[in-house]
C-alpha cells in the first residue's frame, strides 16, 4: 500500500501538472480571444487550487491518531473534495457571467487556430495526468486523489469540445457559438461539481462501502472464523484509505477468552489481507446471543 508520504508526492505532482495546463490554456485564450477558451482556463484555475487542497489534506491525513483524533485524521482528504466541489460550482457562475457576456457582444475577430493548438496541447497533459490521479486513488483509497483525477479528467472532455466547436466558429461565421460553448463548460462543470459534492459529503457521513465490498467482508468472516458460531451485527465505514469495521463474534460458551482472542486474531488479519488498513473492533459473545441473521462460519 502507498505510503501517505508517497501520496503528497502526487499532491506535488498534480500541483505542477495543473500549472502546467493553466499555462498552455491561458496561452490558447490570449492568441485567440475566444470566450469559450477563457471558460475553459478559468476552469483549469480550479484544478491548481484543487492540486493545492489536496495537497494540504495529504499532509494532514499522514498525521499519526493523537488524544483529540484518536481514529486518526484520514477525513481530512474528504474536507479536501468538498472544498474542491465548492470551488467548482463557484467557477461555474463565473464561467455562465463570461458566456452572458459573451453572447450579448460576440467577439466577431475570434483566431481559432492557434488558439485550438496550445488547448488541445493542454488537454493531453490534463488526459494523461487525470487517468494516472483516479488509478492511483482508486488502488491507494485515497479520496483527494481521486476527485482530483476526476475533475481533471472533466476538463478534458472540456476541452474536446471547445476544439470541435471552436473550429466551427470560423466554417460558419456563427460568432455566438463562443458564447454556447462557454454556457456548455459552466453547465459541465456545475454537474461535476454537484457529483464531486455528493461522493465527498457520502464518506462524511460515514455512508457504508457498495455491497461487493461488503459482501467481501462477510465472507472472509465466514471463512476465517472457524471454532465461532456466527457474526452478527457487522458495520463498516471508511475515512480516507482507511476501514472502520466492527461486528459480534458468537463463540460457545464453554471455549476459553485465549481461543476466542485466537479466533479474533485470525479474522482481523485475513480483513487487513484483503482491505488494507483497518480499524477493527471484534464483540465476542456466547452462543446464547446467536441470531438468525447472522454469519454462520465456515467449519
Known amino acids: 500500500m502507498l505510503k501517505q508520504p508517497e501520496k503528497t508526492v502526487f499532491g506535488w505532482m498534480s500541483l505542477a501538472v495543473s500549472l502546467v ?9 490570449r492568441v485567440s480571444g475566444s470566450a469559450a477558451l477563457l471558460s475553459d482556463a478559468l476552469e483549469t484555475i480550479i484544478n491548481v487550487a484543487a492540486a493545492i487542497g489536496a495537497l494540504w489534506a495529504l499532509k494532514v491525513a499522514q498525521r499519526p491518531a493523537d488524544d483529540n483524533h484518536t481514529y486518526g485524521h484520514d477525513k481530512a482528504e474528504y474536507l ?33 487556430w492557434r488558439g485550438i493548438a496550445f488547448n488541445a496541447l493542454g488537454g493531453v497533459v490534463n488526459l494523461v495526468w487525470g ?37 466551427f466558429i470560423p466554417l460558419t461565421g456563427y460568432a455566438r457559438l463562443d458564447a454556447i460553448l462557454s454556457g456548455l463548460v459552466a453547465l459541465n462543470v456545475l454537474r461535476v461539481g454537484f457529483d464531486m ?7 462524511l457521513m460515514d455512508e457504508a462501502p457498495d455491497s461487493d465490498t461488503l ?14 458460531i456466527e457474526a452478527h451485527d457487522i458495520r463498516v465505514r471508511t475515512a480516507g484509505s482507511v476501514s472502520f469495521i466492527e461486528f459480534h463474534l458468537v463463540v460457545p460458551g464453554t471455549m476459553s477468552v485465549s481461543a476466542s482472542h485466537d ?16 480499524i477493527i473492533h471484534i464483540h465476542v459473545e456466547p452462543e446464547e446471543k446467536a441470531k438468525q441473521t447472522g454469519i454462520p462460519v465456515l467449519a
Open 21 to 29: 495546463a493553466l499555462s498552455l490554456k491561458y496561452i490558447a485564450w
Open 80 to 112: 479536501s473534495a468538498v472544498t474542491e466541489a465548492v470551488l467548482v460550482v463557484l467557477t461555474a457562475i463565473g464561467i455562465a457571467w463570461v458566456a452572458w457576456k459573451s453572447w450579448l457582444a460576440p467577439n466577431i475577430e475570434i483566431a481559432p
Open 131 to 167: 487517468l494516472i490521479l483516479v488509478r492511483q486513488g482508486t488502488l491507494r483509497r485515497s479520496p483527494a486523489l481521486t476527485a482530483n483525477g476526476r475533475h481533471v479528467i472533466s476538463d478534458v472532455w472540456t476541452t474536446v469540445v471547445l476544439v470541435v466547436g471552436i473550429a
Open 197 to 203: 459534492m455528493k461522493h465527498s459529503i457520502a464518506g
Open 215 to 228: 459482501q467481501m467482508i462477510r465472507a472472509v468472516i465466514s471463512e476465517h472464523a472457524e471454532g465461532a
Open 263 to 278: 479466533i479474533c486474531d485470525r479474522v482481523e488479519h485475513a480483513l487487513r489481507r484483503h482491505i488494507g488498513r483497518a
